[in-house]
């Protein structure tokens, strides 16, 4: 069943905001020294561009946010997380979509806020949707539908059943994919305030009459929907609508007519980098370009659906797919050759056979039947073994795989849980204290994301790890790659769990230490170096920044991440030193570890 694009994600508020109007809006943040005020007015902004160009509401949206932590206003720093879940769901970015709603959902739960919780619980569900994980994400449609009915609020009950519906539709299950999306026009029919969630669940049951081969139908409603939409200020329904009706056209014959649709919601994605959509629709629009014998149209379509394939799914499936392929290859060889090892048995069995045929012809003939029945039945027997041992080992790696992924979960479900509480603690050094655990959960819930998604479920890549670590502790203190410079310089190796987990967090502590404490405003090109090299038997850590350098001090050496860098060497019975070296310099040497 082909999968019909229909919009499966729906922020708090959308409503769009005239050119002059935004030009209103910056004039007052340019003009404003009110914190407050500038907060709440890129919010304003964030929503006005939301559909129109979502690079520019992403870079709103974290101005948004910026402001909020400035002013430490909980409600809105909730919000803006959400906001950004949504935009990074549209451009792709799962994993952090999923960091930003896990963190809106504690909140939203722990604060009672119902009508919230089943929004962030829709968006849940999407993400899990986009990742094709089904039975999840109708878990949470189902559940953001049943705590909005509760409340009588049918705006997002209505949108529950628009996502549900959209899953059983994809899965071919139109009779539910049809009960769920007139629930869904239902429940939005109740008030003129939700004509902009109705004209959602009428995409999507025209995408249930183009699934239903009902193309009359469905184009009859496209043409109602196109007539509602702003292609202006909601492109990216309005590129849905174009897609819909491009496809029933294509299907009914009309390939030129079908073309002009399919076309201008292609550009339409492509503009606003919808890339997900823009990926799913390429394979109907070259099929359209082939009837209409467009051979360079073809051509060109074909590569950019390589560069989108490339980025939207998991790099590492190639090469999980090159794995599986040569591991099959091994085994067909190394049974071809069991098959040949035991037909020159055979034949020599036979030549013995036929020397004593002559003198004892029944008796012979009787013993090569029973051989032959034997050999049949071990070749069975190893056949079935291999099987249940190949069935063993496939249950056991993705038991594997799953504990990673719910120990990755459990993890990013505790650093969410300890943000919220950072950011409602007023002492400072508390608050400090409580976020730097946070920062050393999600180091080791980064571990056990590694793990899940490569091959190898014992060890991880360091060179990725200490990359995408360091990115993310810069991330978590607002520090971008141009107010200080990351050099990186890491062996390639794989790194047993027991091992790259303490070095992980000895890396967090120091990067963290450095970006509160090294540089003052005077330094002109701050840096901090990593690099980790294995001479001999001994791997050889150092972390280097160029600031003012280490004093050490009481206070300093009882400190708790003192305390847990030096417990953790021990672990790794490495040898630990500072020096002050134009900064300060940090060297472990590991006499402790495992390489995969």
Known sequence: MKKILVVILIPFFAFGQNNKKIDELLRVIETSKNDSVIMHTYSKLRRATYYSDANTSKRYTEKYLEYAKKIKDSHNIILAHFYLGNLNVVRGNYEEALDKYLIAANYYEQKKDSN?????????????????????????????????????????????SINISNIYNNKGEIKKALYFSEDA??????????????????INLASIYNNSNKYDKANKLYDKLLKKIDSTNDSYSYASILSGKGIALSRQGAVKKAKYFLENAYQKYKKNHFTDDQFQMTPELISVYKKLNNTDRVIDLYEEYIVLKD????KEQGKNIANAIQKYETEKKDAQLKVLTLEAEKNEQQKKFYFYLSLSGFLVISLISFLLYKNNQTNKTLALSNLQLNKALSDNETLLK?????????????????YLQSENIEDEKASSSVKDGQIRVKSMALIHQKLYQKDNLTGVEVSDYINDLAKSVFQSHNVHNDAIELQIDVDKMILDIDTITPIGIIINELIVNSLKHAFTEKDQTPTISISLHKKGNELV????????????????????????????????????????????????????????
């Open 402 to 418: 799953e504990t990673h992924h719910r120990v990755k979960n459990s993890l990013q479900m505790i650093s969410s849980l300890l």
């Open 185 to 202: 026009v239902k429940d939005l029919k109740k008030h003129d305030s939700y004509q902009s969630y109705l004209t959602l669940a009428e």
């Open 541 to 596: 850590l150092k972390i280097q920044d160029n600031g003012k350098g280490f004093k050490p001090t009481t206070k300093k050496e009882k400190s708790f991440g003192m305390k847990l860098i030096k417990s953790l060497s021990r672990k790794l019975k490495a040898d630990f030193s500072i020096e002050n070296k134009n900064g300060t310099l940090v060297t472990l040497i590991i006499k402790r570890f495992s390489i995969k």
């Open 116 to 160: 919230r919780y089943a929004s962030v619980l829709n968006s849940l569900g999407a993400v899990h949707e986009k990742t094709k994980n089904d039975s999840l994400s109708l878990h949470y449609y189902s559940l953001a539908r049943k705590v909005a009915k509760s409340i009588k609020d049918f705006k997002r009950s209505g949108i529950a």
């Open 311 to 314: 980025s939207i799914l998991n």
